[in-house]
């Protein structure tokens, strides 16, 4: 266990925040952020790993045969949002809140899950490794983000991602599978008559995917939803255009691989003019069993249950895994974003009993006086 308190382990991680915060790290340029988390694991005497703008590092005890535990989250950031009305990259606190660029979508919770591993890092005979991952990209769901690091990891047996979740218990995050969506048609001169228009035999398409309904549906995730985001077409007024482009945003529930989703779409509307190409396929939906003992663990303590429409790098993992962080996911990505500092306290404390009590961590002198601390 950490010879720091938790409430010390807590300011440091607030004072990391804040140095990420004035940092920008928008994904693939991640290099200073991963410097700032290179110095907490120096200056807290942690051995780790990097590779690009991942960093990782296990617990001090790991022993080759135990089951591992994942900790996540990532460091890399949107733009933003043109309406700021603050310096995105000046953490300023006010009122209680941290303002900053990546405050909430997911410093707060990187920096929570980092205190925590601290706090285990020299933890004896526990019976998971830990391993925790700070990654990069994930907002872009690059190529050398948490996907590239899992090969130099054991095989998790179940993860935590940091996300904002207000601390709840997300079980269930949706898959996502977007579209490149091609209809063609007659082009010609628009003053001539064309019963075989791209932009009209388009209609068709779009009324599919606002009308069709997959058959199941989670009890967690509910239904799969797919909408049309974009449209394209033509370049001149007097011009039928050859064809007519759509994208669209599939929310794939866990009920169904994206491979199955893009069949039933293929099957319901390609045809000799309509034809449907993935961008990929690898962001799958993922869970965990409500009756795991991370899952029980946070309900033990008052937490509650839900499944999760937005997506996250639990997409690239194989094992069980659990959404969970401090902060509101309707933040992410908005102007002037924040986190209440009371919700990254919060969130150090819960994910520590958590652990605790999934890990049966039984140092009960030290870790139960410490916790008695908060």
């Known amino acids: 266990m950490s010879l720091k308190t938790i409430h010390t382990l807590t300011e440091e ?45 296990f617990n001090k005890h ?14 890399d950031t949107v733009k933003p949002n043109q309406a700021y009305t603050l310096d995105p990259f000046e953490a300023i606190e006010q009122d209680g809140k941290l303002f900053g660029l990546g405050s909430n979508d997911a410093g707060g919770c990187l920096v929570s899950l980092i205190a925590t591993f601290t706090f285990f890092y020299e933890a004896e005979n526990l019976p998971y490794n830990i391993v925790m991952v700070a990654s990069a990209e994930e907002e872009s769901s690059g190529p050398n983000g948490l996907n590239s690091v899992l090969k130099h990891l054991p095989e998790p047996d179940c993860a935590i991602v940091g996300e904002p979740t ?8 949706k898959g996502l599978l977007v579209l490149d ?47 049309v985001t974009q449209i394209n077409a033509g370049k001149q007024h007097n011009v039928v255009p050859a064809e007519c482009n759509l994208v669209v945003d599939v929310r794939v529930n866990d009920c169904y691989t994206n491979l199955e989703v893009l069949e039933t779409i293929k099957s319901g509307i390609e045809n000799g003019k309509v034809t449907v190409k993935p961008r990929s396929l690898h962001l799958n939906s993922s869970s965990i069993a409500k009756e795991h003992a991370l899952v029980q663990a946070g309900i033990a303590l008052g937490r509650t249950t839900y499944g999760s429409p937005t ?19 309707l933040r992410s990505h908005s102007a002037d974003e924040f986190i209440y500092i009371n919700e990254i306290k919060e969130g150090v404390e819960l994910y520590i009993k958590i ?17 008695k601390q908060q």
């Open 166 to 173: 207000e601390m709840q218990l997300a079980i269930a995050e």
């Open 62 to 75: 790991f022993a080759e045969g135990k089951p591992t535990l994942l900790l996540n989250s990532h460091h």
């Open 13 to 57: 991680a607030i004072l990391l925040l804040k140095s990420l915060i004035a940092t920008p790290s928008f994904s693939s340029e991640e290099e200073n952020t991963a410097k700032l988390i290179e110095a907490w694991f120096n200056n807290n005497s942690i051995s780790f790993k990097r590779e690009n703008n991942n960093i990782w590092a």
């Open 311 to 329: 997506l996250s790098d639990q997409s690239v993992l194989s094992c069980q895994s659990l959404k969970l962080g401090p902060g509101l996911s």
């Open 181 to 227: 969506v091609t209809v063609t048609g007659t082009p010609g001169h628009a003053a001539h008559p064309n019963d075989d228009m791209a932009i009209y035999n388009t209609l068709k398409v779009i009324e599919w995917f606002r009308d069709y309904s997959f058959e199941k549906v989670s009890d967690v995730l509910g239904p799969v939803k797919m909408t």
């Open 355 to 371: 652990l605790s009590q999934f890990l049966n961590y039984t140092t009960k002198t030290a870790s139960e006086a410490t916790l």
